[in-house]
């Protein structure tokens, strides 16, 4: 979609990019442990690579979808006992397969098989305030990498998945529950997705998970004053205004936007939840079952940079997506923009800009989207 511009009478695209993950219902998260003792930790940080500390599992022929699980548990067997042999411990007399065995033979089809590209996994390192590596599956299930080590006793080959490492989050700032998960022995299972919440929200500022819009607006600002707090609550609380008046289907009154945010008079229930926190940096996260947390962070960007009024009515919002049956929320978003702009009309969101521009400027409120500009047709200035 295209829209006229307001200087030489061309034509200019508005791409509104969040910075916004869109999970599917299916969506999983997975604690993984980096090896006994953690020893594979920094390697798997710096490389992008996770994988079983189960050592030459090529010598069951380099495509493991087509491994003879017997001859996998019987691999595992042999390759635990050659480890402890090189830790000091005795070679006992003949290999005896254990629930052990067969615990790390679940956890390797579980990483190889089982988790889906986009699906997280959390991996752990000494300590309460050490960081957890949040990261991504880069692959669909079943794409492997083949990775050769050099260790104390030769060069030895593993099987991996790539992963695409989001940041890291101190342990200490999960949930009770997830750390003492965190701390548990098996490598690799599902955290149960009564923790999942917890993980999204540390792990990422803009998400939609569970029929579940998040949106946060950070500010770097040292001293966070009565103004900037002022500039930041209009533009919040004209979002509510915006989107009380698209649910019910009624046009805003007369008004300027600070006259609309001063009368309005949105029921508490009806309101989005909203947690702040104003130390430095500090933050604002919007949570609602409607699409307006991630509009908002769309209309900011645009009313920051000033984009013209005809322009911000025809941008396009896109976010990324996990899956492509989640992608009908991004359309929500979209439409939401289109109608908060519409409901406004051109002078109001003037207005607009002009708040987003000192909110921007003088409250450091940021949102996570980036506005690009496409090439104008032929005949118009490029901006």
Same mark, same amino acid.
């Given at each position: 979609?295209?829209?006229? @511009?307001?200087?030489?009478?061309? %034509? ?10 869109? %999970?599917?219902? $299916? ?14 930790? $920094? ?7 996770? %994988? ?6 090529? $010598? ?31 070679? &006992?007399?003949?290999? !005896? ?14 990483? /190889?098989?089982?988790? *889906? ?6 991996? &752990? ?46 342990? *200490? ?14 490598? %690799? +299972? ?13 792990? +990422? $500022? ?10 946060? +607006? ?11 707090? +002022?500039?930041? @609550? ?27 945010? =001063?009368?309005?008079? =949105? ?12 130390? @430095?940096?500090?933050?604002?996260? =919007? ?9 908002? /962070? ?42 908060? !702009?519409? /409901? ?20 450091? /409120?940021?949102?996570?989207? *980036? ?13």
């Amino acid at each position: 979609m295209v829209a006229k @511009s307001a200087l030489g009478g061309g %034509f200019v695209s508005i791409k509104i990019k969040l910075n916004a993950v869109v %999970f599917p219902e $299916d969506h999983k998260i997975f604690k993984f442990f980096p090896g006994r003792g953690y020893k594979f930790h $920094d390697y798997m940080e710096k490389s992008e690579l996770v %994988f079983m500390d189960i050592r030459n599992l090529n $010598d069951l022929g380099e495509d493991p979808a087509r491994w003879n699980q017997d001859r996998v548990l019987d691999h595992i067997a042999a390759d635990r006992v050659e480890q402890a042999v090189e830790d000091g411990e005795e070679r &006992p007399t003949r290999i !005896i397969r254990t629930q052990g065995d067969k615990a790390a033979q679940t956890f390797l089809n579980g990483l /190889l098989f089982s988790a *889906r590209k986009g699906d997280v996994l959390l991996m &752990p390192n000494r300590g309460y305030t050490t960081d957890v590596m949040i990261g991504q599956f880069a692959d669909d299930a079943g794409s492997f990498v083949k990775v050769e080590i050099k260790t104390r006793s030769g060069q030895v080959a593993y099987f991996a998945r790539r992963v695409r490492w989001v940041r890291g989050v101190e342990k *200490r700032r999960f949930s009770d529950a997830v750390q003492a998960l965190l701390q548990t022995q098996p490598a %690799f +299972f599902d955290i149960g997705r009564s923790h999942y919440e917890n993980v999204y929200r540390l792990a +990422f $500022d803009d998400f939609v998970y569970d029929q579940q819009f998040f949106a946060t +607006f950070r500010t770097g600002k040292k001293i966070f004053t009565p103004k900037d707090s +002022f500039l930041t @609550s209009v533009w919040l609380e004209l979002l509510e205004v915006l989107e009380e008046a698209r649910e019910g289907g009624v046009e805003l009154p007369a008004g300027s936007i600070y006259e609309l945010v =001063i009368a309005s008079d =949105i029921d508490e229930q009806a309101r989005d939840d909203l947690s702040i926190s104003v130390q @430095s940096p500090g933050w604002f996260r =919007i949570r609602s079952t409607a699409a307006a947390p991630l509009a908002s /962070l769309a209309l900011f960007a645009m009313a920051a940079e000033g984009v013209p009024f005809e322009e911000a009515k025809a941008a396009e919002v896109s976010a990324t997506v996990v899956r492509q049956d989640a992608a009908n929320c991004v359309g929500a978003v979209d439409a939401s923009v289109r109608d908060y !702009i519409n /409901l406004l009309g051109k002078q109001r969101w003037e207005q607009a800009c002009k708040l987003a521009t000192q909110a921007d400027a003088e409250a450091k /409120l940021k949102a996570g989207a *980036r506005v690009t500009r496409g090439p104008k047709e032929k005949g118009g200035s490029k901006r």
